[in-house]
């Protein structure tokens, strides 16, 4: 077996950790991931079984007609499910989940047909025939899915009758999609990743080959429909910038550069860093969503990023944080790292309720209403899931894919090098894995992001000098560092490196001033222009209308003159309350000075957890 990390490239800067080598031990990770494996992954369970998701493999493999239950791409649930339990039995070994595995296993198994194809929405009696609709079918999407699941088996338990499902697929897909065979690519992007990480797992080099070919194609006008919305417009080493369906540009990224690194193809590489950049500097929000327009569930224009219509769907969220990920191992680069951690904390660590069971599937910046809570066991439309988390949607991609994220997570946390380990994001953690050959082992200890002071203690060296390096926020303006000699000094934004002998016992201390700041937008944002924002450390703060009573958000204005201050375990800010007008909205500058206030904020991964509530990120300025 390999290490047990859902990425494994071939070369790169920084090589990942596993699962066994990078643990939680508390905080809000740690109480996420329990909630995960207590509460999430069952209730996923429950609703795939309750909706007939998982019955319709059991009745695909009568051989007979019959009724399918959920959307073209459910298949892909159960198999994003899969994966959660894969790499949740590797964490904890739990035998309850082992048996909910086994029982998958067998279902998807046997309505697998003899030549690898797999699908209960396709290809069956009674159904169209196999890949009539590449642009919305979603075959090769959910086999992705099913890859993705079968490395995180084959690295948590090695070869069982899961893996060799999938090595059918696989198998069956390079027959089918290779040269010569249909030159043409899936409508949602998925396949590309998979199929690069399968073929690192399994030393099988022609899958590699495969998922070259699909990012090739791509940008070709293999699909029928416009191939903005598919990235089927522009070929990928060619395009500027992520655009179209922002889960598909993601996934797509994430497989192209897994191709680029086990090709040694530094063009492609560079491609998709060039459109990352770019995509981090015009199409993203402030709190790290991405796609701004509910039409497609895409990017929008440069600089097009109003608040109340963000999707910032907690799929691209995770997307985000796949991309990212695989160009710092790529490129050591801790930029990444600081995008991966805004993402993480204000998209990632709201889309599931503190219960595990209810979900975020749109994560807009501003909500207008207060939105009831939705009719208890029924699925909710995912178009009008943005106010409040909902148990279930129609299109229900979200809580599995955040099941198979919370129960990996530990993973970005740290890498190690030849050198010593690299620190990309901070909660209480053991880190204990080899470098260079001989055992390395930390402990992180820290409330962050509650406090800025992170404590890394050494507990084994049985090496020569070490080297910890420590990320640096970008935000973290007069951060300092204190070695284990006791000297302190100041380190900017970036990273800080301590090397040394180090000894059981030996303590660095990084303090990160996490005080709360005014955050203004660039002028070209025209949607927040005239506005501000708050964060604090890594997190993004809104106001609730719960906490204006007798008052209206749409009636704030803060004073950004005064700087945010903290008070009873909460940030206020100073802000005038201006009772708006039920006339015509429009006339001269209203200036009176409006009623003095002192307004509460709230994390925006927080948000909604008290009460129904509108609710708005960026605040106009009086």
């Not at 040394?500 to 700041?517: C, S, V």
């Not at 994390?603 to 008290?610: C, I, K």
Request: net charge negative.
């Amino acid at each position: 077996m390999h290490t047990p990390t859902p990425v494994i490239p071939s070369a790169g800067r920084l090589r990942p950790l596993g699962i066994e080598e990078v643990r939680l031990t508390g905080g809000h990770w740690a109480e996420r991931q329990a909630a995960n494996a207590e509460a999430t992954i069952l209730h996923c369970l429950h609703w795939l079984d309750e909706l007939g998701w998982i019955g319709n493999f059991a009745k695909a493999a009568t051989g007979k007609p019959f009724e399918r239950a959920g959307r073209e791409f459910s298949d892909s649930e159960i198999y994003k499910l899969a994966e959660a339990l894969a790499w949740e039995i590797g964490r904890t070994g739990a035998p309850e989940l082992e048996a909910e595995f086994a029982r998958l296993t067998e279902l998807i198994g046997a309505a697998q047909h003899r030549d690898g194809y797999l699908s209960t929405r396709f290809g069956n009696p009674g159904q169209e025939g196999r890949y009539a609709d590449l642009e919305w079918g979603h075959e090769l999407y959910c086999y992705g899915h099913l890859l993705q699941a079968a490395v995180a088996r084959l690295r948590t338990r090695g070869e069982d009758d899961f893996t060799r499902i999938a090595r059918r697929v696989a198998d069956h897909v390079c027959d089918v999609f290779g040269p010569g065979g249909i030159e043409r690519i899936c409508g949602h992007a998925e396949i590309e990743t998979a199929l690069a990480e399968f073929a690192r797992a399994t030393g099988e080099e022609r899958y590699l080959e495969q998922a070259r070919l699909f990012i090739e194609r791509h940008g070709r006008g293999t699909l029928a429909e416009a191939g903005l919305y598919y990235q089927d417009d522009v070929p990928v080493r060619e395009a500027e910038v992520l655009r179209g369906h922002a889960v598909r540009a993601l996934y797509l990224s994430s497989g192209a550069i897994d191709v680029a690194v086990d090709t040694g193809d530094a063009d492609l590489l560079e491609a998709v860093r060039r459109q990352w950049d770019r995509t981090l500097a015009r199409r993203t929000h402030l709190t790290g969503g991405m796609g701004s327009q509910y039409q497609d569930e895409a990017f929008g224009r440069d600089f097009a990023l109003g608040p109340d219509r963000a999707y910032a769907e907690s799929c691209a969220g995770i997307g985000a944080v796949m991309t990212a990920w695989r160009l710092l191992l790529a490129t050591g680069d801790h930029a990444y790292a600081d995008a991966i951690e805004r993402v993480s904390w204000n998209v990632i660590a709201g889309a599931a309720a503190p219960d595990g069971k209810s979900f975020f599937y749109a994560n807009p910046l501003h909500q207008r209403t207060a939105d009831a809570d939705p009719p208890a066991g029924e699925a909710v439309a995912h178009v009008h899931a943005g106010g409040r988390r909902a148990p279930w949607f129609d299109v229900s991609c979200c809580p599995t894919n955040l099941a198979r994220t919370f129960a990996q997570y530990a993973v970005y946390l740290a890498t190690a090098d030849d050198t010593g380990i690299q620190l990309h994001q901070y909660a209480p953690a053991t880190i204990d894995t080899t470098v260079d050959g001989t055992r390395f082992a930390l402990n992180v200890h820290t409330s962050y992001p509650d406090d800025g002071r992170i404590t890394v203690r050494v507990e084994a060296n049985e090496g020569p000098e070490r080297t910890v390096t420590l990320r640096v926020p970008a935000w973290a303006h007069g951060a300092r560092l204190t070695g284990p000699d006791g000297r302190t000094r100041p380190v900017a934004p970036g990273t800080a490196t301590v090397t040394a002998a180090f000894a059981p016992g030996d303590e660095i201390h990084l303090d990160l001033p996490i005080e709360p700041r005014w955050t203004h937008p660039d002028r070209r944002v025209d949607a927040v222009r005239g506005c501000a924002a708050v964060e604090r450390g890594p997190i993004v703060l809104c106001a609730e209308s719960i906490d204006l009573p007798g008052a209206s958000l749409d009636d704030l204005a803060v004073d950004t003159a005064v700087p945010p201050v903290e008070r009873g375990g909460r940030v206020h800010v100073a802000a005038r309350i201006h009772p708006g007008t039920d006339a015509w909205p429009y006339g001269p500058e209203r200036r009176g000075r409006g009623t003095p206030a002192e307004i509460p904020l709230v994390p925006f991964h927080l948000r909604a957890t008290r009460a129904p509530a509108a609710m708005r990120v960026w605040l106009p300025r009086a």
